[in-house]
Each structure stands twice: as C-alpha cells, then as structure tokens.
C-alpha cells in the first residue's frame, strides 16, 4: 500500500518562509496528481493546491494562497513540496498531502474525494 510521508513543518514568525515536503513509499508507478490540504482546529478541511505529473504549471492555488505558496513535483522521486512564503498567522494549520494515482488530477483537484491516499500531515504554526 502506497504512503505518503510529510516532512519539514514547524514554527515561523509572520512574514517567513517555511517549505514542507510529501515522499512516497512503495510506489512505481509513473501517473500521479498529488496535492496539499490544510486544516486548523475548528475548521474544514481546505484545498490549498496541486499539479499532476508532466505539467508545465499546477491544477491550482487556494485563493488565499497565491502568489505566496508554490508547489512543486519531483516525477523522478515522486515528491511533492509545498514552498509557503509571506506567511500570515492565519496560514497556521495541519499540512496534509493527498494523492491520486492517475495521470490526472480528476474533475476537482479542491475535493479530497478525489484522492487515493494521504499522509498524517505536518503541523505549522505561524505567530505574529
């Protein structure tokens, strides 16, 4: 069974920059859509962004995040990062990553139906 691993969370002052990072275990494939979701306590769970394998540019951002975060896929170690810049006290949250095992992200890379796995997320924590 395919797992996904998230790393690189952590603490940040409003303003800084943190990247978190989503490996795959046990998967050889070469079709995957991987994407990020974030969730803070009392909240539902958001879609923040994703890309497909091959793509030139990514499915999509959150409006709340673009032009501040970017993601990104290693199709060579099948690695999904998530780079957060600007960030903002709001931004503070459980990080998941989320992936579809499909050359295609599906008809709605925001709804986390459309994913095959997830991984147990990464906490960020953003103070002002």
């Known amino acids: 069974q395919v797992q996904l691993v998230e790393s690189g969370g952590g603490s940040v002052q409003a303003g800084g920059s943190l990247t978190v990072s989503c490996a795959t275990s046990d998967y050889t494939d070469s079709d995957i859509c991987m994407a990020w979701f974030r969730q803070a306590p009392g909240k539902e769970r958001e879609a923040v962004a994703a890309?497909?394998?091959?793509?030139?540019?990514?499915?999509g951002y959150a409006d709340s995040v673009k032009g501040r975060f970017t993601i990104s896929l290693d199709s060579a170690k099948m690695t999904s990062r998530l780079q957060l810049s600007t960030l903002n006290p709001e931004d503070t949250a459980r990080y998941y990553c989320?992936?579809?095992?499909?050359?295609?992200?599906?008809?709605?890379?925001?709804?986390?139906?459309?994913?095959?796995?997830w991984g147990q997320g990464t906490q960020v924590t953003v103070s002002s």
């Open positions: 989320a992936a579809r095992f499909t050359r295609w992200c599906g008809g709605n890379w925001r709804h986390p139906d459309n994913y095959d796995a």
């Open positions: 890309i497909r394998i091959g793509a030139l540019t990514p499915e």
